[in-house]
């Protein structure tokens, strides 16, 4: 196990890239691996976007796939198997992005069946996939969830529902996969994701002043990979400038 590998869902776009980036230039030290090659494999349903991940940084992998499509996804875990026979972290990141659904008279049960495949089912699945190599390095689970699951706008029941089951998830993971593997969570708020410029009131509306970038999520991932939170498991770490503590009525 010279190598760590790191698996990361939904990576070729977002906060998921923004991960990806960070991991191969600031490698967490998981489980007696220091100092060799960090290896991400980044999966994604998005081929274009996949293609120009590693073309910008060749240390990432890249494999397309549907995290939902348990056929898919078996066999790239098989060639992980095959190729590193370990995996040290797994981050489920994958997820339908838009938090906003149809109203509720008029939403179609096929669309609430979309969204909790991707966002709940899919980290279920891969952890389940996973769990042999994951075992074997006594590696680590993060999963990607939102603020979103404690607090909600009209019309999001379904990206809601979703991260507030993933946030259940991680703690019910976090106790049966224990002690062999740990499970964290990491709920990220506005995280600017583009270099499209921000208004002076989205920034000050933070407690902290400013929105979040991609870094601050993704040092948190590493942080809770790495052996520097060896006694941390089934917690969620909300990142987003302090405004989900904040009370806010309207004047």
């Not at 992980?80 to 179609?108: C, K």
């Not at 009209?154 to 740990?182: F, M, Q, W």
Request: proline letters at 4%; aromatic letters at 4%.
């Amino acid at each position: 196990m010279a190598n760590q590998v790191i698996l990361v869902t939904g990576g070729a776009n977002g906060i998921g890239k923004g991960i990806c980036e960070y991991l191969v230039e600031n490698s967490p030290t998981t489980n007696g691996t220091s100092g060799n090659e960090t290896i991400v494999i980044a999966v994604d349903i998005d081929e274009n976007a996949g293609f120009k991940l590693v073309s910008e940084e060749p240390r990432i992998r890249f494999r397309c796939a549907d995290v939902s499509n348990e056929v898919e996804m078996s066999l790239i875990i098989k060639e992980i198997t095959t190729q590193y026979g370990h995996l040290n972290g797994l981050i489920n990141n994958a997820a339908v992005s838009t938090p906003y659904n149809s109203p509720l008279e008029e939403l179609e049960l096929t669309e609430w069946h979309r969204v909790l495949n991707i966002n709940l089912t899919a980290p279920l699945l891969m952890s389940k996939l996973c769990l042999p190599l994951l075992k074997k390095a006594k590696g680590s689970i993060v999963n990607i969830s939102s603020t979103r699951a404690q607090q909600s706008e009209p019309n999001t029941e379904l990206y809601s529902a979703s991260k507030g089951g993933l946030v259940a998830l991680t703690h019910a993971l976090a106790n049966s996969l224990g002690p062999d593997i740990r499970v964290n969570c990491v709920s990220p708020g506005w995280i600017n994701t583009t270099n499209e410029p921000l208004r002076g009131v989205d920034s000050n509306q933070h407690p902290v002043g400013r929105v979040g970038d991609i870094t601050d999520t993704a040092a948190i991932v590493s942080f809770l990979l790495s052996e520097q939170s060896g006694f941390i498991t089934g917690q969620n770490f909300t990142v987003d400038g302090g405004m989900t503590k904040k009370m806010i009525y309207a004047e």
